[in-house]
């Protein structure tokens, strides 16, 4: 797809990897809806960028939310034609710890927002998709989750975010096949360590520890390479069904 003829949803995008996808699409002229829940950042990239963009406070887990923010995409920019799940929590709590097994709720949190939010807002956007005029690849839309390098390599705490990231992986490939027909494209990229917000509120001494396990180069992502592997996928047709790892080679112990 010509990303200047995109019009995307962006989840999480009021900060880390989502922000990054929206700037790299409005650089190239393409639109963006941001869905996120932080109210006062979102609104301020959205001020920042201009008429490009637009806001609406949105809980990925909640249907009624996320055909709110779709319907009035359209409304604004007239269709939807790529939808970035990049929403998404992490917890680091053993199966079975010193204070006893895992909390069931925060387990269930984690899968909720990482894994049912992004499916939720990939079937509603897929609906609007469908919708679309093909173009001369006969393409019609592009959904992208994000995973994690956790999918593959979760290490201990992890159980609840490898779990819920395993399942982005898991669901690439069918949803790519259930949608072909209608001409939309699903892919994911399972992002290593990368300099977000989390990342940020870490000691200095551990992050210069992280940015020293990518076998090259030794450093924390910048979420702007996130941006651009997510633009590549929009405008590269035959990447479908497929998980791309988007970091540096580590492998987590």
């Not at 949105?58 to 007239?78: C, H, R, S, Y």
């Not at 609007?128 to 173009?135: D, F, G, L």
């Not at 699903?186 to 977000?196: C, D, E, H, Q, R």
Request: proline letters at 4%.
């Amino acid at each position: 797809m010509n990303i200047k003829e995109v019009v995307a949803v962006v989840t999480g995008a009021a900060s880390g990897l989502g922000e990054a996808c929206v700037r790299e699409i409005v650089a190239r002229g393409g639109r963006v809806t941001i869905l996120d829940m932080n109210e006062g950042r979102g609104e301020a990239i959205a001020e920042e960028l201009g008429a490009s963009v637009l806001f609406v406070k949105t809980d990925v887990t909640k249907e009624e939310d996320v055909t709110k923010a779709l319907d009035l995409t359209v409304q604004k920019f007239g269709n939807i034609s790529v939808a970035i799940n990049c929403a998404g929590i992490a917890t680091a709590m053993k199966t079975v710890g010193k204070e006893g097994p895992h909390s069931l709720e925060a387990f269930q949190r984690v899968v909720d927002i990482n894994l049912q939010g992004s499916f939720n807002v990939a079937r509603l956007s897929a609906a609007h998709m469908q919708t679309n005029t093909a173009n001369e690849n006969g393409e019609r839309g592009l959904i992208i989750n994000t995973a994690s390098i956790a999918a593959f390599d979760g290490q201990k705490g992890q159980v609840a975010y490898a779990a819920s990231k395993g399942g982005v992986v898991g669901m690439t490939l069918p949803m790519a096949r259930d949608l072909a027909n209608q001409g939309i494209r699903v892919n994911a990229i399972a992002p290593g360590l990368f300099m977000t917000p989390m990342m940020a509120s870490l000691p200095e001494a551990a992050q210069i520890a992280l940015a020293e396990q990518p076998l090259f180069p030794k450093r924390l992502g910048n979420p702007a390479e996130f941006g651009k592997l997510a633009a590549f996928m929009i405008e590269c047709a035959y990447v479908n069904g497929e998980t791309i790892r988007l970091d540096g080679g580590i492998r987590l112990p």
